[in-house]
Each structure stands twice: as C-alpha cells, then as structure tokens.
C-alpha cells in the first residue's frame, strides 16, 4: 500500500452548524478539483527560498520535507527539514524572511525539529533527541522551553495552556503508543489513552545489523504513529487506525462519547500480505545481483533466506488500517485518507458523512501539483488550503508554497 486514496468523511452538522459551505461544496461536485489562487505568493525566488530541496542526509536527498504552519491571519511558516531555518511569509504568500530559533545570548540552537503548532502568539517545535521543544516568537528568540519523555508523532493546540500530543516509547522489548493533555505551564502529563504490546516481529540478519519489518508489520506500526487529533468546538477528537474508532474528549482529558467508523472493517488477506513481501525478496535479490561487492551484500542472504521463511508463516487475513492520515478542514469536518495501490494517482475519490449516515460521493483532483497529502503539508484555513508542494513540470526548485480553491 504505498500511495494514498482520500476518503473524507464530512461529520457535518455533528460538528458545527458552521460546516455546511464546504459540505455542500464536497456534495455538489462530482469532481471537486483543487485550483491554485494564481494571485497568491508571486515575486518569490523559490530556488533560493527552498534550496535546500537539494540537500542531502544520510546520502538520500531531502526533496521537499518542508512542514507548514497557517497563523489565524493567513501568514504562514515553513520549517526547512533537518535545518534550524524557518521562513516567514505575509498573507499574501510572499516571502518576508528566514529566521533561526536561537537561545538568550543570541546563539542559533542545534538540533531542532519541525514547527508544529501555534500557541499564545508564539510557535513550537517537534521535541528534538533528548524531548526539549522550543517556544519562540516570529524573530526566533525562545521564550519557553518544555521537555518530554517520550518521542511525538502529533501536537496540536489545545488551549491557551494545554496541547494535545500522540506519542511512543519503549521498555523491556514492549511498545506503548497513547495520546496526552500536557500542561505547558507544567509540564504535567494526562495520559487519556494507551495502547500497550510486545515488540513488533521483525526480521534480522545474522549479527543484527539490518533489520526488515515484515509488511503486515510495517502497516500496523505506520498506523499507530497515524492517530488523527483535531480540536472541534473545544473538545478533543482522537482517531484511531487500527480499530476504527474516534474518541471525544473534553480538554480536561474526560471521555465524552466514542463512534465506530463504518468503512473501518477491512482486512488483508494473506495472499495480499504474501505479494507484497515477495516483492520486498525480489527487491533484494536484485540488489545483490547489482551490488555483490558491497558491504550490504553481505547480510542480504541471510534476510531473504528469513524473509522467505516467514512467506510460509502468512496464513491468515490481517485487519486493514481504517486509514492513514486525518485532517480537519476549516468548516471542522474531518478528512481521512485510505491507503491504495495504484502510483502516481492525483484524483482521490471523496465520500462525505452525516450524523444520518447518510453518503455522498465525490472525487478530489489537482492536474498541477503532486500532491503530498499530510496535515503539515495540506492546512485548511478560511475555506482554502494552503499547501507546501511540488509544481508539475517545473525548472528548478518544484517546492512552492501555494494557496488551493475547491471548486
């Protein structure tokens, strides 16, 4: 499952007597395209603005691992990846400045992460190695750190004081996966939800220097970091993948309600599970055809021989995640996104939900852009979406900042 089919859910109405341009807009159009404001961000020298689209890490280029930030006036960050750089642009899209976070005596900070929310006027940070996150004004100056336990996968704002985070950790060869209220004043964590199990099956090679997780394996994991978080009318909503679930939370951390997603029973069947890890040895078998001499080579054969014979351990049908990315958009109804096969695809098709149960269905499109669909990279805001992605066809720099119409 590598690419991504939208599935959007519309809980019109459930939400908000607000929510119902966009609904209608989703309801109304058997294609709802995705058409690029042409007045927005113009004069940007989008070479230098993201050349760090040619960077590299590990040997791999960066490409656009840019993430976004929308603030309440339409201004937007974007924090470049693996970088302390971050650039600033008005409401209009045009660029205004970079600027680095940087600590009291004027010393650009090492290490940071990605901007992942707004808050009180400031903006913070993904925690970095060692849990700190950073909260900083628009010049980069911080004016408050925190310090978490744990790694994060998703932060949104809750309050004034109060934020939500999903999470990990791991201990004695078991994963726990939960969803957090944490006082930023504090730093107290409420802990609202939890899932806790042994360590994924994997598969190693004879000294344990490469790892390969098998593919139902690598589903399940991808699905536990996918937990949707969205604030609605000032309760929590958090939804769970593999179960199909959405919890709702006041902000004090106290369960109001659960809902059952009605498309979540889906499953995989082994021969789906058996093709895709037949690729995975194919793939390696190419590789050390190709590359014989290199030190990878070395463990290759151990793994396939593994990878092989864990193909006739596959018997039985596996739950399918109900989906892979959530997104709530400006009119609060939630968007979630359903894993397909097919590459290269930029029409989604869209269903859309009531407090009825009641269907409709539509289709997604962008003919310009490839789309990259994640929550910091598609931000809903005022009944647009603001974008940070790849332009079709371009010379240069493909990375654009970019404000979407639905029509």
Same mark, same amino acid.
């Given at each position: 499952?590598?690419? $991504?089919?939208?599935?959007?859910?519309?809980?019109?109405?459930?939400?908000?007597? %607000?929510?119902?341009?966009? +609904?209608?807009?989703?309801?109304?159009?058997?294609?709802?395209? $995705?058409?690029?404001?042409?007045?927005?961000?113009?004069?940007?020298?989008?070479?230098?603005?993201?050349?760090?689209?040619?960077?590299?890490?590990?040997?791999?280029?960066?490409?656009?691992?840019?993430?976004?930030?929308?603030?309440?006036?339409?201004?937007?960050?974007?924090?470049?990846?693996?970088?302390?750089? =971050?650039?600033?642009?008005?409401?209009?899209?045009?660029?205004?400045?970079?600027?680095?976070?940087?600590?009291?005596?004027?010393?650009?900070?090492?290490?940071?992460?990605?901007?992942?929310?707004?808050?009180?006027? =400031?903006?913070?940070?993904?925690?970095?190695?060692?849990?700190?996150?950073?909260?900083?004004?628009?010049?980069?100056?911080?004016?408050?750190?925190?310090?978490?336990?744990?790694?994060?996968?998703?932060?949104?704002?809750?309050?004034?004081?109060?934020?939500?985070?999903?999470?990990?950790?791991?201990?004695?060869? +078991?994963?726990?996966?939960?969803?957090?209220?944490?006082?930023?004043?504090?730093?107290?964590?409420?802990?609202?939800?939890?899932?806790?199990?042994?360590?994924?099956?994997?598969?190693?090679?004879?000294?344990?220097?490469?790892?390969?997780?098998?593919?139902?394996?690598?589903?399940?994991?991808?699905?536990?970091?996918?937990?949707?978080?969205?604030?609605?009318?000032?309760?929590?909503?958090?939804?769970?993948?593999?179960?199909?679930?959405?919890?709702?939370?006041?902000?004090?951390?106290?369960?109001?309600?659960?809902?059952?997603?009605?498309?979540?029973?889906?499953?995989?069947?082994?021969?789906?599970?058996?093709?895709?890890?037949?690729?995975?040895?194919?793939?390696?078998?190419?590789?050390?055809?190709?590359?014989?001499?290199?030190?990878?080579?070395? =463990?290759?054969?151990?793994?396939?021989?593994?990878?092989?014979?864990?193909?006739?351990?596959?018997?039985?049908?596996?739950?399918?995640?109900?989906?892979?990315?959530?997104?709530?958009?400006?009119?609060?109804?939630?968007?979630?996104?359903?894993?397909?096969?097919?590459?290269?695809?930029?029409?989604?098709?869209?269903?859309?939900? %009531?407090?009825?149960?009641?269907?409709?269905?539509?289709?997604?499109?962008?003919?310009?852009?490839?789309?990259?669909?994640?929550?910091?990279?598609?931000?809903? =805001?005022?009944?647009?979406?603001?974008?940070?992605?790849?332009?079709?066809?371009?010379?240069?720099?493909?990375?654009? $900042?970019?404000?979407?119409?639905?029509?």
């Amino acid at each position: 499952m590598k690419k $991504l089919i939208l599935t959007m859910i519309i809980f019109a109405g459930l939400f908000s007597a %607000n929510a119902q341009n966009l +609904k209608e807009v989703y309801r109304q159009n058997s294609v709802v395209k $995705l058409t690029a404001d042409g007045t927005y961000a113009q004069g940007n020298e989008w070479n230098k603005i993201f050349d760090t689209y040619y960077n590299e890490v590990s040997d791999k280029a960066v490409g656009n691992r840019n993430t976004l930030t929308i603030m309440e006036d339409g201004s937007a960050l974007v924090s470049h990846y693996k970088t302390n750089r =971050h650039s600033i642009f008005d409401t209009e899209g045009r660029f205004i400045k970079d600027i680095v976070i940087k600590d009291k005596t004027g010393k650009a900070v090492s290490n940071t992460r990605p901007v992942k929310g707004y808050i009180n006027g =400031h903006f913070y940070t993904q925690p970095d190695n060692m849990g700190k996150m950073y909260f900083f004004d628009i010049d980069g100056n911080i004016i408050k750190e925190l310090t978490l336990n744990y790694s994060t996968n998703n932060i949104i704002t809750l309050s004034d004081n109060k934020i939500a985070v999903s999470g990990n950790t791991s201990w004695r060869g +078991k994963y726990k996966w939960f969803v957090s209220i944490v006082d930023i004043r504090s730093g107290k964590d409420n802990i609202i939800w939890e899932l806790i199990q042994e360590g994924p099956s994997s598969v190693k090679s004879d000294d344990n220097l490469y790892v390969i997780v098998t593919p139902s394996e690598m589903l399940k994991s991808m699905a536990r970091k996918e937990i949707g978080l969205a604030l609605i009318d000032n309760q929590l909503y958090v939804s769970l993948p593999l179960t199909g679930e959405i919890l709702i939370y006041n902000t004090d951390g106290n369960l109001q309600s659960k809902k059952k997603m009605t498309w979540a029973d889906k499953y995989i069947s082994a021969e789906e599970q058996k093709e895709t890890q037949q690729k995975i040895i194919d793939n390696y078998k190419s590789k050390l055809k190709e590359n014989s001499d290199s030190d990878l080579a070395k =463990h290759v054969p151990s793994l396939i021989e593994r990878l092989e014979e864990s193909l006739n351990a596959i018997k039985d049908s596996i739950p399918a995640p109900a989906f892979s990315t959530m997104i709530k958009d400006s009119d609060n109804n939630l968007l979630f996104f359903e894993y397909i096969e097919d590459e290269g695809q930029n029409k989604f098709n869209v269903w859309v939900y %009531n407090e009825n149960g009641y269907t409709y269905q539509s289709s997604l499109q962008c003919d310009n852009y490839n789309l990259s669909i994640t929550p910091t990279k598609l931000v809903f =805001h005022n009944g647009y979406i603001y974008g940070i992605q790849d332009i079709k066809g371009a010379e240069g720099v493909p990375t654009r $900042l970019v404000r979407f119409a639905l029509n």
